[in-house]
Every structure is written in structure tokens, then in C-alpha cells.
């Protein structure tokens, strides 16, 4: 069964610092998937990473994919206020996303002045 | 275009009455799935269609029918309603399943009493 995994799951920081969330994955792929929700609102794709080394950047936003470690992570630079939202990761089922993708509970991000 | 919309926004049911979730998108995407978003949950898969007239299940598909006639259209069903289908439900829809980026609807808020 594949498990997605992200820590932390709640982070308060103060804007100017930098940050990384983490996403663990349990099994073999090559395609993971960056959202961002706002409270009552719905999912936003931020990236889409589909290769051993991928990096994309985005703004203050960086997100990268080590498939051999099954690791991903999404680096937030110098934070702002607007950065606040919940980020979620999510994975291919079979490895791609073609039935469907497999989601991490989310990393609930707060950013003070 | 509209992307992906989804009806009703919000639906108060008592157990045991069975109603539809619509959903349609109008980017001539073939692939389209439904999740539901539960309180410090990631989403979970519910179904997923590759195709009109093809249909699969995901990780919690019991008690949900869809069906997939047209490449536009991709309705969930609840059979019989239970309070543990209180939830949000968002539908996603991309060009291929694998490597695009998916675009989710603005989610149904669901209540079952």
C-alpha cells in the first residue's frame, strides 16, 4: 500500500525565514505532485515533478524529487504573509497518476509578521 | 472556459437518502476522479475514469457509484447516505492521468444527518 508521508504537518514561521516542508513516499515513483489550498477553498496545482533530480521554482516556492531516496521537498524562501496556506504532496498510485494519486495529510503553513 | 465545475456547493442530507454529485469539465479532458477531503486528512481517491465508459475504483469507493457517458460528465452517486459520507468531495479532471497537471473543481460540501 502506498503511504505519502509530509512533516511537518503544522509549521508557524515568521515571514523573511526560509523553510522546508518534506514528503516521504513508500514506494517506486517518478511523478509527485505539489498542491496548495486556502481555507474553503480548493487544491491548486503548484508543480508537477516527473524525473529523478527535478527542480522547479516558482517565485519564493522551490520543490525538488529525489525518486532513488523516494523524497521530496518544497522550499520556501525569504516567507510572506501570502505564503499561508495548507501545501499538499501527492503520488502517482501505480507509480504514475493515471488511477488516481495518493495524498499527504497536508502541512498546515502559518506566516507571521 | 469554465475548467471544472461541480454542483451542488453545499447539500444537507438525512441518512439514508441517496442523491448525485455533479460534475463537468470543458477542457476535452479524458481523465477524471473524485476525492473526498476530510478534517486533518489528505484527499482520498474515491473513483477515477481513464475514458467515457470506463470507470475504476479507488481507496474508499464503497457506498459511491459513478458512471462516465460522455467525456464532459463524470457524476458521483450516493446510494444510501451514511454521517461517515460527511465530507467534502472535489472532482479532478487532466489531459492524461500520468503527467499533467490536474485541475480540481471547487469541492461539494457535504452533511449527512
Known amino acids: 500500500e502506498l503511504k505519502v508521508e509530509q512533516n511537518p504537518l503544522f509549521l508557524s514561521m515568521q515571514e523573511g525565514k526560509n523553510y522546508t516542508i518534506y514528503c516521504n513516499y513508500s514506494?517506486?515513483?517518478?511523478?509527485l505532485y505539489w498542491y496548495r489550498q486556502d481555507p474553503g477553498k480548493s487544491l491548486e496545482s503548484l508543480f508537477v515533478?516527473?524525473?529523478?533530480?527535478a527542480v522547479k521554482q516558482e517565485g519564493r516556492l522551490m520543490a525538488s524529487l529525489d525518486t532513488k531516496a523516494r523524497l521530496s521537498t518544497l522550499h520556501i524562501t525569504a516567507a510572506v504573509h501570502d505564503l499561508s496556506a495548507t501545501y499538499f504532496c501527492a503520488v502517482g498510485r501505480s507509480g504514475g497518476g493515471a488511477d488516481g494519486l495518493t495524498f499527504g495529510k497536508g502541512t498546515h503553513l502559518i506566516i507571521q509578521p | 472556459n469554465a475548467g471544472v465545475t461541480q454542483t451542488p456547493k453545499f447539500q444537507v442530507l438525512k441518512t439514508g437518502q441517496s442523491m448525485t454529485l455533479q460534475c463537468a469539465q470543458d477542457?476535452?479532458?479524458?481523465?477524471m476522479s473524485w476525492y473526498r477531503q476530510d478534517p486533518g486528512m489528505g484527499l482520498r481517491l474515491i473513483h477515477y475514469s481513464v475514458g467515457a465508459g470506463i470507470t475504476d475504483q479507488g481507496e474508499v469507493p464503497n457506498g459511491y457509484n459513478v458512471s462516465r457517458s460522455t467525456t464532459e460528465d463524470f457524476p458521483l452517486r450516493l446510494l444510501s447516505a451514511a454521517p461517515s459520507q460527511t465530507s467534502v468531495y472535489f472532482c479532478?479532471?487532466?489531459?492524461?492521468?500520468?503527467?499533467?497537471?490536474?485541475?480540481f473543481g471547487p469541492g461539494t460540501r457535504l452533511t449527512v444527518l
Open positions: 477542457m476535452n479532458h479524458e481523465y
Open positions: 514506494t517506486t515513483s517518478d511523478r
Open positions: 479532478a479532471s487532466s489531459y492524461s492521468g500520468s503527467t499533467d497537471t490536474q485541475y
Open positions: 515533478l516527473l524525473s529523478n533530480g
